[in-house]
């Protein structure tokens, strides 16, 4: 069955600390996997994207990782701010696209929240 | 630019009620359009896609059902809502372009069944 697996479920650090954020999936096959940022109360928003060919992605102080081999992903963000307090979604795109998003697999996402 | 719109922002509904919620797209034609659901604690779940006007795929059974009468309109609607249908209703889009299309979702609409 296709999943993905996100921990922490939910993280506490301090403002300007480092963080890391995983994603473990079991999508087969695999096309792509992103990252969305969500702001409570609101729409979900894309940080990276990377496809089976690469490894690392930065967006700023946000560097998505992926391990293809092991179907692992990780979200590291550095410096810490206030405004990173969100949810962190980690989407998955099996390799079987037919002509729309339809068939994205969602984790449940990892709540960060930054503290001053 | 492109943007999404979504209104209302937010509704409470009693049992029974009927519903209607609204997602229109700006800035780009023929997109794919898309409904999800959020459940508290739970990941995205996706409702229906369209890939062109009159065109809609259901996901998931349920008494939900969505319309497209616009090339950049679409429409969710229920006949008689259940205390499960409460949760935040997403619209969002894509250029239809191949899988590492980016989906741009809307800000939503916060949905509470009494």
């Known amino acids: 069955k296709n999943q993905v697996e996100q921990s922490p479920q939910s993280l506490i650090i301090l403002e300007g600390k480092n963080c890391t954020l995983q994603?473990?999936?079991?999508?087969?096959?695999?096309?792509?996997l992103r990252w969305y940022k969500q702001d409570t109360g609101r729409g979900p928003v894309s940080l990276t994207i990377?496809?089976?060919?690469?490894n690392t992605k930065s967006n700023g102080r946000y560097t998505a990782t992926l391990d293809a081999d092991t179907k692992q992903s990780s979200l590291h963000i550095t410096a810490s701010q206030l405004s990173d307090s969100a949810s962190y979604i980690c989407?998955?795109?099996?390799?079987?696209?037919?002509?729309?998003?339809?068939?994205?697999?969602f984790g449940k996402g990892t709540k960060l929240s930054v503290k001053p | 630019s492109q943007t999404i719109h979504q209104w209302p922002a937010t509704l409470v509904q009693p049992v029974g009620s009927p519903l209607s919620l609204e997602c229109t797209v700006e800035?780009?034609?023929?997109?794919?359009l898309y409904w999800y659901r959020q459940a508290a604690g739970r990941g995205l779940q996706l409702l229906f896609y369209?890939?062109?006007?009159?065109?809609i795929s259901s996901e998931v059974p349920q008494n939900l059902s969505a319309s497209r009468p616009q090339d950049r309109q679409f429409i969710l609607s229920s006949k008689k809502l259940l205390l499960s249908d409460s949760g935040f209703y997403l619209c969002?889009?894509?250029?239809?372009?191949?899988?590492?299309?980016?989906?741009?979702f809307g800000p939503g609409t916060r949905l509470t069944v009494l």
């Open positions: 969002a889009w894509s250029r239809g372009q191949g899988a590492t299309d980016t989906q741009y």
């Open positions: 994603c473990n999936y079991t999508v087969s096959p695999f096309s792509n």
């Open positions: 990377m496809t089976f060919s690469e």
């Open positions: 989407v998955v795109s099996p390799g079987n696209y037919g002509g729309s998003q339809g068939n994205l697999i």
């Open positions: 800035g780009t034609s023929n997109p794919n």
């Open positions: 369209s890939v062109g006007i009159g065109q």
